[in-house]
């Protein structure tokens, strides 16, 4: 380690191949005093593969307030310490973020050693049309706020990324699907590991698909974001928009589901069912917002 004040190390390993570090990262987990790890299991198998003896330190939610007291103390007496996540870069879908601010505030030099990261690592390979994106991380876990912030979402344009559980990707998929429309999206699924998989389809093909086989791995899901051509009034195939959701409003006043509406008129207009969809959405809730400005 460089002779320099105490300083906090926020190391990126890898998201699942070992063999995505930095000979920079190996260098400072060999050369730190301590290692604060979210994983102490994981970040221990990566050392061994290594041959790094560090000790390392368990660091979570649950113990972040403790633990990062014994960072600070392990800073003020001069020590050199690492900040890992369980993969990836720290700070971003984790605790890290908590320490670092913490070391910041007491006045000890934080140094970035970059690396892998899951969100940058799936947006290299959706292909969007914006090269600008919005990094939302993990949605609620609680349905009615994960719909809220789903709906919140729903005006967003540029791409957005999101990390999901196994275990709740269908449900995930199934209320992305209905706040933001069948969108296009790319879907990646142990990024880096020996069964990885990525594709890039519309949100009710995956929804197909993990519904019918239990789905394993952690998740990168990319959803384009709105078209705004769809929302003006022409879909992106450059038909008329505008008289498709004049009809399907009328089916929807008459009594028919959004859906149903949606998808009866985006056949016969040869539109994406999607787009007609999202624009009723969109003129319901423009509908809302008139009537309350009315009243009051």
């Given amino acids: 380690m460089p002779s320099c004040p105490a300083c906090l190390y926020v190391v990126a390993t890898p998201i699942g191949n070992l063999a995505d570090i930095t000979q920079r990262a190996l260098d400072v987990l060999a050369g730190v005093d301590a290692i604060l790890s979210e994983n102490v299991g994981k970040t221990r198998r990566l050392l061994r593969h290594y041959g790094i003896t560090t000790r390392v330190l368990s660091y979570r939610e649950e113990n972040a307030r403790r633990m990062g007291e014994v960072a600070l103390g392990l800073l003020a007496s001069g020590k050199?310490?690492?900040?890992?996540?369980?993969?990836?870069?720290?700070?971003?879908?984790?605790?890290?973020?908590?320490?670092?601010?913490a070391a910041w505030t007491g006045g000890f030099k934080v140094a970035p050693i970059p690396g892998a990261s899951a969100a940058i690592a799936?947006?290299?390979?959706?292909?969007?049309?914006?090269?600008?994106?919005?990094?939302?991380?993990?949605?609620?876990?609680?349905?009615?706020?994960?719909?809220?912030?789903?709906?919140?979402?729903?005006?967003?344009?540029?791409?957005?990324?999101?990390?999901?559980?196994?275990?709740?990707?269908?449900?995930?998929?199934?209320?992305?699907?209905?706040?933001?429309?069948?969108?296009?999206?790319?879907?990646?699924?142990?990024?880096?590991?020996?069964?990885?998989?990525?594709?890039?389809?519309?949100?009710?093909?995956?929804?197909?698909?993990?519904?019918?086989?239990?789905?394993?791995?952690?998740?990168?899901?990319?959803?384009?974001?709105?078209?705004?051509?769809?929302?003006?009034?022409v879909d992106s195939g450059g038909h008329d928009l505008g008289a498709a959701l004049e009809e399907a409003l009328g089916l929807v006043k008459g009594g028919a589901k959004k859906k149903a509406a949606a998808k009866t008129v985006a056949k016969r207009y040869r539109l994406r069912s999607s787009d007609v969809y999202t624009a009723i959405?969109?003129?319901?809730?423009?509908?809302?917002?008139?009537?309350g400005k009315s009243g009051g």
């Fill in 122 to 233: 799936g947006i290299s390979v959706c292909g969007m049309k914006d090269a600008r994106f919005v990094f939302e991380g993990f949605l609620p876990r609680r349905r009615s706020k994960r719909r809220q912030r789903l709906e919140e979402l729903s005006e967003e344009e540029r791409p957005i990324i999101f990390f999901e559980a196994p275990h709740r990707i269908v449900e995930c998929l199934e209320d992305m699907r209905n706040s933001l429309g069948d969108r296009t999206c790319v879907v990646a699924r142990e990024i880096t590991k020996l069964h990885e998989e990525i594709d890039k389809r519309r949100v009710s093909w995956f929804i197909a698909k993990y519904s019918a086989k239990k789905p394993l791995g952690e998740f990168v899901i990319i959803c384009e974001g709105r078209d705004p051509a769809a929302a003006e009034g």
């Fill in 80 to 101: 050199h310490v690492a900040l890992v996540a369980e993969a990836g870069t720290p700070g971003v879908s984790d605790p890290g973020r908590q320490l670092v601010d």
């Fill in 281 to 291: 959405r969109l003129a319901a809730r423009n509908g809302r917002r008139e009537g």
